[in-house]
């Protein structure tokens, strides 16, 4: 399995990004997707999630109202609409996907990740 993240980049603060995740592979087997997020020096931060067969979704109160998740099964893609970003979601972002149930919200129940995409958000 490979996930391939994309759409990360230099935004002004109230301004608006999409990420996209491309996954390959043994996709037919995935329980849900997830973004994540890390700043140096700082563990890895759960920012949302989607079931692949409901399509359940679950957010960080941090992001709550600004970020949407979606995913389109037939394309084996996430994407991440993030909306009214402010500086404190500069990060570098990564998607991640499960193949069991359980916890959303731990990056420890994710089995493949992907590169990671920067976003910054300038004040």
């Known amino acids: 399995v490979q996930l391939q993240a994309y759409g990360g980049g230099l935004v002004q603060a109230g301004g608006s990004l999409r990420l996209s995740c491309a996954a390959s592979g043994r996709t037919f087997n995935f329980y849900g997707m997830g973004w994540f997020r890390q700043v140096p020096g700082k563990d890895r931060e759960f920012v949302s999630a989607?079931?692949?067969?409901?399509?359940?979704?679950y957010y960080a109160d941090s992001v709550k109202g600004r970020f949407t998740i979606s995913a389109d099964n037939a394309k084996d893609t996430v994407d991440l609409q993030m909306n009214s970003l402010k500086p404190e979601d500069t990060a570098i972002y990564y998607c991640?996907?499960?193949?069991?149930?359980?916890?959303?919200?731990?990056?420890?129940?994710?089995?493949?990740w992907g590169q990671g995409t920067l976003v910054t958000v300038s004040s």
């Open positions: 989607i079931t692949w067969s409901v399509g359940s979704t």
């Open positions: 991640a996907a499960k193949i069991y149930g359980g916890s959303y919200y731990s990056s420890r129940a994710y089995d493949y």
